[in-house]
């Protein structure tokens, strides 16, 4: 009886907190992009499909980014996201900039890290295959072997 | 021998549970710190937009701890490809990175939040 009227109780408050907390704002925004990377279409393409939605200006916000806590944990993934790498600002990055985030993706693809595995479970579509993950990391090389290696330290 | 729990005796189950995985958990971290409690231990401090010192020299072979302390007003990210370590830091916040001994180099490191910030060095010798 006590556990069940405590299972009771414990509900309601838990349905009653998450209606409360869709009244808490969240921005989800797509600022206008600041010199996008340079790459062969097909390139760009797998890019587009696995990495943009976290990592440029070019979110496709689903449905239930809408709905908090997801959006909570959508915004704050997006926000990081950018942060770490932003095709859209790739621009705007300092040449050095561009070779270390060129490394860190390289490094990511090999230990197949990225995209994480909680995103490609509602995004199927965005798993890179052995040979995706091949020809990025080809044209990465090759990028990187051209990338000036200026430093940024001023 | 089984027993059969009333309600009161499921309540005070799940509670005594609770507590022995809630204790369990808090001595984790402990016994993680103690793991690292004999490295070399270096403090970098970000201020006025930059780490100081911008280069930590030290020795070949000794496991090191760096303790990040962001005195700014905006977060950063402390981050090293060569270390393969990347990690936030709020204002006011204080992290802890833990490094393997290194062999004798230079190992840069830099906000990756903040192009302009510039890079520092961790020099093994």
Redo the contacts between chains.
């Keep these: 009886?006590?556990?069940k009227k405590?299972t009771w109780a414990a509900a309601s408050a838990a349905f009653g907190v998450l209606l409360v907390v869709q009244f808490v704002p969240t921005e989800r925004t797509n600022p206008p992009a600041q010199g996008t990377l340079a790459a062969p279409p097909q390139i760009e393409g797998t890019f587009r499909r696995a990495c943009y939605d976290c990592h440029s200006n070019e979110t496709h916000w689903p449905w239930y980014s809408r709905i908090a806590p997801l959006s909570w944990l959508i915004v704050h993934d997006v926000t990081?996201g950018r942060?770490?790498v932003n095709f859209s600002e790739w621009g705007s990055?300092?040449p050095?900039?561009r070779r270390?985030k060129l490394?860190?993706i390289g490094?990511a693809l090999h230990e197949a890290n990225m995209p994480p595995w909680s995103y490609r479970l509602m995004h199927p579509d965005a798993r890179l295959t052995e040979a995706d993950r091949a020809a990025l990391e080809r044209w990465i090389d090759s990028a990187l072997a051209t990338t000036s290696i200026e430093?940024?330290?001023? | 021998m089984r027993h059969r729990l009333d309600?009161?005796g499921?309540?005070k189950y799940f509670t005594r549970a609770i507590g022995t995985i809630a204790i369990l958990a808090a001595a984790v971290p402990t016994f993680a710190a103690d793991v690292h409690a004999e490295d070399g231990v270096r403090e970098l401090r970000f201020e006025n937009h930059r780490f100081a010192p911008q280069t930590l020299t030290v020795p070949a072979g000794q496991a090191l701890t760096v303790r990040v302390v962001n005195t700014d007003k905006e977060t950063i990210?402390f981050?090293s490809?060569k270390l393969?370590r990347?990690k936030?830091v709020s204002p006011g916040e204080t992290i802890t990175v833990h490094l393997p001994a290194l062999s004798p180099g230079s190992y840069d490191f830099?906000d990756?939040?903040h192009?302009?910030v510039?890079?520092g060095a961790i020099v093994v010798k």
């Design positions: 009886m006590i556990l405590l990081l942060k770490e990055y300092y050095a900039t270390r490394e860190w490094r430093r940024s330290s001023k | 309600s009161m499921r309540v990210e981050e490809f393969n990347e936030a830099y990756d939040f192009q302009d510039p890079e």
